[in-house]
Each structure stands twice: as structure tokens, then as C-alpha cells.
């Protein structure tokens, strides 16, 4: 990172892989076992198109290409996502998850940047409004 970042600057994007045994370890790690994240046959019953992962890992996922461009998680002041669409992971072979991420703002009075991220999957996006203020160095 630029000691201080221009608006419009890209951030290294990143291609995250999804599986079933990633939605294990999250469903373990998290506490979160609703059957939509590992079973097929109630997500597809409830309408989902397959099992899909946690919403809260899409989120920790994506934001993780903040965290790698500014080397502290602890700089990540507020984050926040709209859920656009679910994150379907077949059995076989996964998905993968596209996040790119951009300077929105930077108020330098104030020491802080807002970055914008987007995260895709196939080119439809899964998360929208994701907007994380982080603390310039």
C-alpha cells in the first residue's frame, strides 16, 4: 500500500476456491450447521439452486484482499455487505469466488480510506453495498 492511496486505486484482486469441506470447517469454526450450507436436498427444497455457503464466510472471504493489501486486520475500522446472491457450491468441483476491491474515498484529515469490494461468482455478484473503512498507516 501507498502511504496514501488515491481514489480509484485498484487493490490486488484475488480468486477464492469455495468447497463442501471449506463449509464444514466454517460450519464448525462458526456454529453455524442450518442444513442449506451441506445438505442438497433441503436447499434445493427450500428454492436455492444447491448448497451454498455461509454468508459470513463470503463476507470474512472477501474482505481478506483488504486485509493483504494493508497487512493488519486490525487497520479494518467497520465493514459492511448487502448479500446479493448465494454462493452455490456444487459437490463436485466447488465455486469460486472473485473479489476485486478499489479505493472509494480517502479522508486524510482523518487518517481513513473506504474501500469498495466486489465479489462475483460466474459474474453474477454475491455481494453488494461491501464497503470497508480502514485506518491509513
Not at 8 to 29: F, M, S
Not at 32 to 41: K, P
Not at 99 to 104: C, H, I, N, P, Y
Amino acid at each position: 500500500m501507498s502511504p496514501v492511496p488515491q481514489v480509484g486505486e485498484q487493490l490486488p484482486g484475488r480468486t477464492i476456491h469455495v468447497d463442501r469441506a471449506t463449509l464444514v470447517r466454517y460450519a464448525g469454526a462458526s456454529g453455524d450447521f442450518n442444513q442449506i450450507h451441506w445438505d442438497e436436498a433441503t436447499a434445493t427444497a427450500v428454492g436455492l439452486p444447491n448448497v451454498i455457503a455461509h454468508g459470513m464466510w463470503t463476507m470474512g472471504a472477501a474482505v481478506q484482499v483488504v486485509v493483504d493489501w494493508l497487512g493488519d486486520a486490525g487497520r479494518v475500522s467497520d465493514y459492511s455487505v448487502r448479500f446479493s446472491a448465494p454462493v452455490p457450491v456444487p459437490h463436485d468441483g466447488g465455486a469460486d469466488v472473485r473479489v476485486e476491491a478499489s479505493v472509494k474515498s480517502v479522508d486524510e484529515q482523518a487518517g481513513t480510506a473506504t474501500i469498495a469490494l466486489t465479489a462475483t461468482v460466474d459474474g453474477t455478484a454475491v455481494l453488494s453495498r461491501a464497503l470497508a473503512t480502514v485506518t491509513l498507516a
